[in-house]
């Protein structure tokens, strides 16, 4: 019962490939998967890559190559919704592909073939997931990043939003926000692979969970913050709420 960790930048993996035993590195289709044990449970750490195609790959070649039994997603997002602040931390429910429009052949967003607007993750999965960073925000040796306000990081559930574009405008993050909330889809966070393995993870049957931190509220400053969480938090993120997750499983 393997577990696939799935992270999007190199930074936020490399904590997971350092505590990794018998880690073994295996190419395919131009990617390195990482398979060992994490913490006594068996896993494979791999890197999506940057938007939805690269992430649809990464997430196939896991389903059809390493038969994993379940796939959790680690990343950093832009905030969007209210009170959706940098350091927090953000378990999807489902996701949205922000750029599909087949409209008027199908409702905005929704893609083609698949029921509805929105991609579900697995909620077993998902509770485990926002259990882990649950007990990660609690525990007082876990150096999470606090706001220059003094305000602690807080976990939200709910929908993420997908898409091939790196928001950092605040006009932009509107245009995209709006409508969705309008149409009853109120979106905490955008990135740009999460929704893309929602879908392979449909086809195959994978239970898939994400979670993302919070790195820029995807406005003029989203360039400015972002290199910055990256380096500084991002990894730390990923190793704690790691850590807790597997032992739930
Ligand atoms: N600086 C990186 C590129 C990062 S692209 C490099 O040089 O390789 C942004 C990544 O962070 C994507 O994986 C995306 O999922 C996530 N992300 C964080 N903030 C985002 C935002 N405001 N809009 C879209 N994606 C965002």
Redesign the pocket.
């Given at each position: 019962m393997t577990t696939a960790i799935l992270s999007?930048?190199p930074e936020e993996q490399s904590g997971l490939v350092d505590s990794l035993q018998q880690a073994r590195r295996v190419t395919h289709a131009g990617r390195a998967f990482w398979e060992g044990e994490l913490h006594g449970k068996p896993v494979v750490l791999a890197l999506?890559g940057?938007g939805k195609v690269a992430a649809a790959t990464t997430a196939t070649v896991l389903a059809e190559r390493f038969r994993v039994a379940r796939i959790v997603f680690t990343?950093?997002?832009?905030g969007v919704g209210e009170g959706v602040r940098v350091g927090d931390v953000v378990v999807a429910r489902d996701y949205v592909q922000h750029d599909m429009d087949a409209s008027p052949l199908f409702a905005r967003w929704q893609v083609p073939g698949y029921p509805g607007v929105r991609l579900p993750c697995d909620s077993a999965l998902s509770a485990h997931l926002s259990g882990a960073v649950g007990a990660c925000l609690e525990s007082a040796g876990v150096d999470f990043h606090v706001n220059p306000e003094g305000r602690l990081p807080r976990l939200h559930e709910g929908l993420v939003a997908?898409g091939d574009?790196?928001?950092?405008c605040a006009q932009v993050s509107r245009a995209l926000r709006e409508p969705l909330v309008a149409a009853g889809h109120d979106v905490l966070a955008?990135?740009?692979?999460?929704a893309a393995v929602a879908q392979v993870c449909l086809d195959y049957g994978v239970p898939f969970a994400a979670v993302r931190t919070i790195?820029?509220r995807?406005d003029d400053d989203?360039h400015v913050d972002?290199?910055l969480f990256?380096q500084t938090v991002a990894s730390r993120y990923a190793d704690h709420i790691v850590r807790h997750l597997l032992k739930l499983l």
């Open positions: 999007a930048l999506s940057i990343g950093v997002a832009g997908s574009r790196f928001v950092t955008v990135e740009m692979e999460g790195s820029d995807a989203a972002f290199p990256i």
